[in-house]
């Protein structure tokens, strides 16, 4: 069983900043995708990255905003998270999958147990 954890989540406010980290073993045999559940939503991807980082995806919420990057050498997956608003607020997911197609749910086949992120004054 494939092992995603997340970390790095918590309370910031309204214009900060958030890392949050995805950890996967054998990284470089995945693409990786974020997502997140927010308050009264569905789950929505955020942002995915493919294999050796070749190809980036992003929402068009977090574009400017967000940047996801990987260290393979350190099995890391990162997402930089800029200028958060409180619409941010939620619990983001970790993915991992053998192929990246469209950055959809159906993409990723282990998923970690979520870090929450709560955008507030």
């Known amino acids: 069983q494939l092992q995603v954890v997340e970390s790095g989540g918590g309370l910031v406010q309204p214009g900060g900043s958030l890392t949050l980290s995805c950890a996967v073993s054998?990284?470089?045999?995945?693409?990786i995708g974020w997502f997140r559940q927010t308050p009264g939503k569905e789950r929505e991807a955020v942002s995915c990255i493919s294999k050796w980082g070749g190809t980036t995806r992003y929402a068009d919420f977090v574009k400017g905003r967000f940047t996801i990057s990987r260290d393979d050498f350190k099995n890391t997956v990162h997402l930089e998270m800029n200028r958060l608003k409180p619409e941010d607020t939620g619990v983001y997911y970790c993915?991992?999958?053998?192929?990246?197609?469209?950055?959809?749910?159906?993409?990723?086949?282990?998923w970690g147990q979520g870090t929450r992120v709560t955008v507030s004054s």
């Open positions: 054998g990284l470089d045999y995945f693409a």
């Open positions: 993915a991992a999958g053998p192929l990246m197609k469209l950055c959809e749910a159906q993409d990723f086949t282990s």
